[in-house]
């Protein structure tokens, strides 16, 4: 058997302690996701060339059900990004620099004439959504959406949130002055800077790729306040500093709060481990995001048909990439086994999945059935049933089933990149916390009949801080923050071995496709 976990590049500073060395600069990421958030500090040593991730804290990203509604608990997760950076105060004192916040993507909050906050932001698994799709259809057509966006067609999107306030006659919206996305809002309590970055803006279904504004068609055709949205802020402005208040209560000084990616996945694939080309990359959390970084938007009917968005990333690069349904099933799978007393860490996920056998029931894992059940090990079953296949008789042949599914819908999505690709796609890197799950990128390597590489597991937070590093003067472009994770963060390559089974189950994968 080959050695899949070929070591291809490290240099990884020794272990020490958090006393540091003096001309070492301290940069703080907040960086959200959608299951937990973290501050992390981003250690450079100039000298040394060494760039060191440390863990300030880490926390929950609480949902909290109201009145039959999904919101997020905003003030939760501010509190607990204040009490990082407290901490990273008491450790890296005037060390620090700077601050940026990314976070996931397409929730918003609403701002009012004084600044405050209408509200908590909905949950982008909110049931408001529903039918808000066709509801926005019937006023444009989707080809008019796509030429304007360019944006994957996905319930969740902040167009049909928003509309949804419309058809409701929601009263926030009318009140309010600003929308602000869930990163811009962050960085408005933390600089009082009101404003919209790019990136994450482009992920609402309603900024235009091609000349990076707002799209005037859209807000008017769905009779949207044009006064809400502003002229966006590219990646890696300086958007002011720590307000007076902020730095009496975390002790910090007067750091600049930089928007950086604000996106989690622009700031993921901003560290990329070096600029080899000729690489899909993936974005693996909650969320895979697969895709290719390409110079120009591809908004023709071909793109619109495969599903895929095109996303706006740092240096106006454009992530043209599919948005898949990730580690959400396992999460979800988990958390009902726990509720029924079998409580499974991931590591022990793995190994369940890795004694299953192959290939026996698989799912579409973007199917309807599973956006937002309220049983996931039953929505699972509920679909192999239906399609005539096995169901799950055992919680190691539920995980086996759901990572059997991802590998070959990461096979399905890569086979489609390539035809947008100049050149033949020769690997995939992955990026984020799947890329600790050793299994699975074995079995996505296998699916896709081509190496995968892993990219740091912190890829958001390291992303984040190259950006701050950047309009900070440290480094000098896109290109060098890709070299310098390269020299600084442990990769892997994940051969192919086996195949097989994936070309021999490919025909079957594709008929779910259409249950």
Request: aromatic residues 8%; glycine residues 8%.
């Amino acid at each position: 058997m080959p050695d899949f976990e070929r070591l291809i590049h490290f240099k990884i500073g020794r272990h020490h302690s958090m006393t540091m060395e003096k001309q070492a600069k301290v940069y703080l990421a907040v960086d959200l996701g959608a299951t937990s958030g973290r501050v992390i500090a981003g250690v450079w040593s100039a000298d040394k060339r060494e760039l060191k991730l440390e863990t300030v804290n880490r926390f929950s990203s609480p949902i909290t059900r109201v009145d039959g509604r999904l919101h997020w608990d905003i003030l939760c997760i501010y509190s607990s990004i204040k009490r990082g950076l407290k901490l990273a105060a008491s450790t890296y004192g005037n060390r620090i620099e700077s601050v940026g916040v990314d976070s996931w993507a397409v929730d918003y909050a609403l701002i009012d004439a004084n600044g405050a906050m209408l509200g908590n932001p909905f949950h982008y698994r909110d049931s408001r959504t529903e039918g808000m799709m066709d509801a926005v259809f019937n006023k444009v057509p989707e080809e008019t959406i796509y030429r304007e966006t360019g944006i994957q067609f996905l319930f969740i999107n902040t167009i049909y949130q928003l509309y949804s306030e419309i058809v409701g006659n929601v009263g926030s919206l009318q009140a309010a002055r600003r929308i602000l996305f869930i990163p811009d809002l962050i960085s408005f309590w933390l600089s009082g800077s009101l404003h919209q970055e790019r990136t994450v803006a482009s992920t609402s279904q309603l900024l235009n790729p091609m000349t990076g504004k707002w799209s005037v068609t859209l807000l008017e055709r769905l009779d949207l306040l044009p006064g809400l949205f502003k002229e966006v802020v590219e990646p890696g402005t300086i958007v002011g500093s720590l307000k007076a208040e902020v730095q009496k209560e975390t002790r910090l000084s007067d750091i600049s709060v930089i928007a950086v990616a604000g996106h989690d996945t622009a700031s993921a694939f901003v560290a990329l481990p070096g600029n080899r080309k000729g690489f899909a990359v993936m974005s693996s959390g909650t969320w895979s995001l697969m895709g290719l970084e390409l110079p120009e938007p591809q908004l023709g009917t071909n793109a619109l048909n495969d599903g895929f968005s095109n996303e706006i990333g740092y240096g106006n690069t454009v992530r043209f990439l599919k948005n898949i349904c990730g580690m959400w099933l396992i999460e979800e799978c988990r958390r009902h086994l726990t509720e029924a007393g079998r409580n499974y860490d991931y590591e022990a996920i793995v190994d369940l999945a890795n004694e299953a056998p192959s290939m026996v029931s698989m799912i579409d894992p973007d199917a309807p059935d599973f956006a937002s059940p309220e049983h996931m090990p039953d929505a699972i079953s509920a679909f192999c049933q239906r399609t005539g296949q096995k169901v799950p008789a055992d919680d190691a042949s539920l995980v086996r089933c759901v990572f059997d599914s991802l590998a070959m819908k990461y096979r399905y999505v890569f086979r489609k990149l390539e035809a947008y690709s100049d050149q033949s796609l020769e690997g995939l890197y992955v990026l984020g916390g799947g890329a600790r799950n050793h299994l699975l990128n074995q079995m996505t390597a296998d699916a896709l009949g081509v190496p995968v590489v892993t990219g740091p597991s912190e890829a958001t937070a390291v992303g984040n801080i190259a950006v701050q590093m950047i309009s900070k003067g440290e480094i000098d472009s896109l290109e060098s923050a890709r070299d310098l994770v390269e020299e600084s963060f442990l990769s892997k390559v994940f051969d192919p071995c086996d195949t097989g089974p994936y070309t021999d189950n490919e025909a079957r994968f594709a008929k779910l496709l259409d249950c």
